[in-house]
């Protein structure tokens, strides 16, 4: 538990230092003034929790501040991070097993958001946790999707089960399935192809998949995930929520939190739609997806040392 | 769903009716909403603060307290400013002859696609582009580049052996010369801005392949930290262009205007859509307008274009002309409108409506209407006359419709026909034009209305 908080921290450190580096100042400060406020407002803004969520931090250190003008920066920091703790509450979740195996996550998102790559970590992370996982490259769309994720099954030494470039997803995701069940896999993670949220019919033939997939298990599939990237903005939402909507989701994954991007837009996510964020997604090797951890998310945001979990 | 400027202005503004014009306290709260929408649409923090400042100074510049429609005039004043601070720099290409062009971006922005989009519009052009692939790292990424080139009848180099991303680079020039090739697209990895070692990297290759042009290509949703990123390859690359994709999603692209603040590069191309073609030209008013959730009428028209076969909608005009309109007309119409996408989809682009939620009602009816068509027989659909009851209670059946369904279809039919008949002198090309296009596109069928 304890090597795991340290693993996320670190991997958040560059995402954090920016935010740090800027607010690191203030938060430092034996005592705000109007100025360091106003840049404070900057920073909470730059890490794009949202209009909302920025505003609302903000308010309550203003508030705080004009109660108690000698307020230091670790005040405000504290104050911050107790307003996203509380959006957070239930923003943690983990992938149990479902009764019926293979247990089937599908893993969907917009283009370049990092599906394929997140397909072979996620298969990484369940071998470590003593499971069988088959990856099922599902994306038949994208030029050379499916060699992609081949050289990743490859490289870690994963089966796969692939169609032709061009091959009906829906029916890769079934015979995937079915090769799964035979050769004793309790994990199916299923790489769709990456489409935008306004393309009606792309979204359509995601309908397909599900339901081709619960011909095999009506629960299946156990797990829709969201790839998100932490880089992007406010549009991150509206993607949750179309997908959501046509799809129905059990959850998010967020990328590229390793970029210099504060990944608030999770923030915004959860709050709009209440989905977890299963995973995170911290580098660019194999283990670098982690599980998400709302406090150290927020500790390492405001740079709050937090007291260790005891293991 | 984020509230259009305007009705944000509007809301700010509404105290003010009465009184009939702006007063200085009054316009600060209008330009505070205004800040909103630009950080609600990912505008950084401090351009959209530096942006709001000139927009101030612009309004006091143009008396708009005195005018009758304060709010409006706010309105203008921002779009013409966004448009103008958008547009600035060439959207030209270098006329280097041979044209080395650079793409660079972080991970997952689209530049594998977009330099087979960008080859391809060069072909369309004249030129004689040869694609190299420098991203030696994600895998399989110069077999969707080799892909893509052959799908495009494009030749590209690259070394599946070689680590040396600039000796490929090198090597790419060799070929395209050797090829008659005059104009070079390096495809590279994508990169973080902070990846110290590739950002070295990347650099090498642009020293020794010397481009005319190094385009980012950044993704339309970015948020706050497309500023970073863009001050950050500038620096290190010197860009002398920004290619936005992904912009047939619904993000606001408020990073361009950030990226454009903050480089002062000015932004060349932008991808629409997953077919090599669906790449433009950019154009600052309609970024504007998008950023500014003001519809985006221009694009609507240009779909409604490309989706709708000149010559198809020729025919049909006439034969609405004649009024011998029938269900596989109609079932045409309908299929034309669906193409153009979701109803939602449609409204989204009318100005003042991108905030206005499409019931699925809308859309079943429209799924409706199609079964019930598809229930007639050839027949029937072409001479609808002879639907007796016993025909309308099969098709309602076949259709999973009830009869009264099926009769209100067939009474907004006629009375479609009726108007036809009645529009037959002149009046009907001179509406069909108003709607934009010599064809029937425009042409809603009753079942739309709900």
């Not at chain 2, 603040?261 to 008013?285: L, M, N, Q, R, S």
């Not at chain 2, 409604?304 to 005009?317: G, L, P, V, Y």
């Not at chain 2, 027949?379 to 009769?407: F, K, M, W, Y």
């Not at chain 2, 036809?420 to 009907?428: D, L, V």
Request: net charge neutral; with cysteine.
């Amino acid at each position: 538990m304890l090597s795991l908080f340290k693993r996320f921290k670190d991997g958040l450190t560059r995402s954090t230092r920016n935010l740090l580096d800027r607010t690191g100042r203030l938060f430092g400060l034996k005592k705000l003034d109007a100025a360091s406020i106003e840049d404070l407002e900057e920073a909470l803004h730059g890490a794009d929790f949202g209009v909302e969520t920025a505003d609302a931090i903000i308010t309550e250190i203003r508030t705080a501040y004009r109660k108690n003008p000698d307020m230091g920066g670790k005040q405000a920091a504290e104050i911050g991070a107790a307003v996203l703790r509380d959006l957070l509450r239930t923003a943690e979740a983990s992938l149990a097993p479902a009764a019926t195996s293979p247990t089937v996550v599908c893993l969907v998102g917009i283009n370049g958001s990092g599906k394929t790559t997140t397909a072979a970590k996620l298969a990484h992370l369940l071998r470590a946790a003593g499971h069988r996982p088959l990856l099922a490259a599902c994306d038949t769309f994208r030029a050379a999707a499916i060699d992609q994720l081949r050289t990743w099954a490859e490289r870690l030494d994963f089966e796969l089960v692939a169609g032709q470039h061009g091959a009906d997803a829906a029916a890769v995701a079934f015979d995937a399935w079915q090769a799964a069940r035979k050769r004793g896999h309790d994990f199916l993670l299923v790489d769709t192809a990456g489409r935008l949220h306004t393309k009606t019919n792309l979204m359509a033939e995601l309908g397909k998949i599900r339901r081709v997939l619960a011909k095999n298990d009506p629960a299946a599939p156990h797990y829709s995930l969201l790839v998100v990237d932490a880089s992007l903005g406010t549009n991150s939402v509206d993607q949750a929520r179309v997908f959501h909507q046509q799809f129905g989701l059990d959850g998010i994954i967020v990328t590229k939190l390793d970029g210099t991007s504060r990944g608030g837009a999770l923030v915004a996510i959860h709050r709009e739609l209440g989905l977890p964020i299963h995973f995170v997604g911290l580098g660019e090797q194999a283990e670098d997806l982690q599980p998400f951890s709302a406090d150290a998310f927020v500790a390492a945001l405001f740079g709050l040392e937090r007291e260790e979990i005891p293991a | 769903m984020f509230e259009s400027l305007t009705e944000r202005l509007g809301t700010a503004l509404r105290n003010l009716r009465g009184v009939g014009r702006l007063t200085e306290e009054n316009m600060a709260d209008a330009l505070k909403e205004v800040r909103t929408a630009l950080l609600s649409a990912d505008v950084h923090f401090k351009v959209a603060r530096e942006f709001v400042e000139r927009v101030r100074l612009s309004c006091e510049g143009q008396e708009v307290l005195k005018s009758v429609t304060p709010g409006q005039q706010v309105v203008k004043i921002i779009n013409d400013e966004l448009v103008s601070l958008l547009g600035e720099g060439t959207t030209e290409l270098a006329q280097a002859r041979p044209l080395k062009i650079l793409l660079v971006g972080l991970h997952g922005s689209g530049k594998t696609t977009t330099t087979a989009k960008l080859g391809r519009l060069l072909a369309k052009r004249g030129k004689k582009p040869l694609l190299v692939a420098c991203d030696i790292y994600r895998p399989a990424a110069i077999d969707q580049l080799e892909f893509l080139g052959r799908q495009e009848n494009l030749p590209v180099h690259a070394d599946r052996s070689s680590r040396d991303v600039p000796a490929i680079g090198r090597a790419g020039i060799a070929a395209a010369k050797e090829a008659g090739c005059d104009a070079i697209l390096f495809d590279t990895a994508g990169r973080l801005q902070i990846d110290t070692d590739l950002i070295e990297e990347v650099k090498r290759l642009r020293r020794e392949v010397q481009p005319d042009e190094v385009l980012l290509v950044a993704d339309g949703a970015l948020g706050q930290e497309a500023v970073n990123v863009a001050k950050a390859f500038n620096e290190a690359v010197q860009l002398t262009g920004l290619v936005l994709t992904k912009l047939d999603g619904d993000a606001r692209g408020g990073a361009a205007l950030s990226m454009k603040a903050i480089t002062g590069c000015p932004i060349k191309f932008v991808g629409t859509g997953e077919k090599t073609d669906d790449f433009d030209v950019f154009h600052p008013d309609r970024m504007a307008s998008r950023i500014l959730g003001m519809g985006d009428v221009v694009s609507l028209v240009e779909r409604a274009q490309e989706s709708i076969d000149q010559h198809e909608a020729e025919k049909m005009a006439q034969k609405m002309r004649k009024a011998d309109f029938n269900f596989e007309d109609f079932l045409a119409q309908m299929r034309h409108i669906k193409k153009l996408g979701s109803m939602e989809s449609i409204i989204g682009m009318l100005p003042g409506m991108s905030g206005l939620k499409v019931g699925d009602e809308a859309e079943d009816k429209l799924k409706q209407t199609e079964a019930i068509i598809q229930s007639m027989t050839r027949q029937e659909r072409l001479n609808p006359n002879i639907l007796n009851g016993s025909r309308r209670q099969r098709i309602a059946h076949g259709s999973g419709t009830r009869v009264s369904d099926v009769n209100q279809l067939l009474k907004q039919f006629g009375q479609m026909r009726k108007m036809m008949k009645k529009m037959r002198g002149g009046g009907m090309r001179k509406m069909m034009r108003a709607m934009g296009g010599g064809g029937g596109g425009g042409m809603v069928p009753p079942g739309m209305r709900g």
